[in-house]
Nanobody, 123 residues
Framework: QVQLVESGGGLVQTAGSLRLSCAAS????????MGWFRQAPGKEREFLAG????????YYADSVKGRFTISRDKSKNTVYLQMNSLKPEDTAVYYC????????????????WGQGTQVTVSS
């Protein structure tokens, strides 16, 4: 099994920044992707960003490209999501996830999920 624990959420004003962290532990895989998703009330879970663990290739949704940056620290088994220029519409529960495959990065079909962390952007 894999455990994913997110941290770093909170309340921030419009145009502010937050950095989310997701620490992974447990079973390891040879080729996998770490992703960040969010879900606002009444909406479907939305892909935001993904990174291949080995090569560090990144993927972004158009809605966050240029504002959010995904990165990873292999030594800490941690993936980050740096969020800048936050808007009220970014308010949601943010999840990190692991997909045991290098395909389908932008789909919600990930194998393991964290518990989520709330991000609230005030206007």
């Amino acid at each position: 099994q894999v455990q994913l624990v997110e941290s770093g959420g909170g309340l921030v004003q419009t145009a502010g920044s937050l950095r989310l962290s997701c620490a992974a532990s447990g079973r390891t895989f040879s080729n996998y992707v770490m992703g960040w998703f969010r879900q606002a009330p009444g909406k479907e879970r939305e892909f935001l960003a993904g990174i291949t663990w080995s090569a560090g290739r990144t993927y972004y949704a158009d809605s966050v490209k240029g504002r959010f940056t995904i990165s990873r620290d292999k030594s800490k088994n941690t993936v980050y999501l740096q969020m800048n220029s936050l808007k009220p519409e970014d308010t949601a529960v943010y999840y990190c996830a692991l997909r045991n495959s290098l395909v389908g990065v932008t789909t919600p079909k990930y194998d393991y999920w964290g518990q989520g962390t709330q991000v609230t952007v005030s206007s």
